[in-house]
């Protein structure tokens, strides 16, 4: 069952989404929902890499600039981030503050800010007894972070930016 935290993340998730430990997150994947044009969702999968939490209020993303998700995310300016881990299963619905923006050093890639609108967290109903998550959907191999790709997409979400 869900509810909702409100529309800011919990320190505790700002801080899963810093990439402060990011060496800790690769490899474990993050499913992100927009909706495309005839109402369904439409899902994709990101890393630790593309997605931070820049304040309570604030992510960065940074995906494929001509994707179906991209597409998707600038026509209907909103996309529900999914964190399905042991110790967190939470539902970050978010709004499109700007995007896409361009990504020095890596062409195909766009930066999108996201604007957090309500943060769901979701725990088992009482009656579902001791179910639960046991681990993340992950993959490998995990890139290095010395590949190039990488590097524009760090310093990328390095800090939160918009079209003035």
Known sequence: MARSLGSR???TLVEHLSQRHLERRLGVALPLITVDGEGWPHPMLL???EVRAYDSGTLGLVIQARSTSAHNLVERGAATLLILEPEAI??????LVDGPLDVAGAEALGYF?????????DMPAEWEGGVRITGAVSYS??????EAWVRA???ALAAPRARA
């Open 9 to 11: 993340l919990p320190p």
């Open 47 to 49: 890393s630790y890499l």
């Open 90 to 95: 939470v539902y970050v619905k978010t709004r």
């Open 113 to 121: 800010l996201l604007e957090v609108g309500d943060v769901l967290e």
């Open 141 to 146: 191999p995990a890139p290095a972070l010395d």
């Open 153 to 155: 997409t760090l310093a």
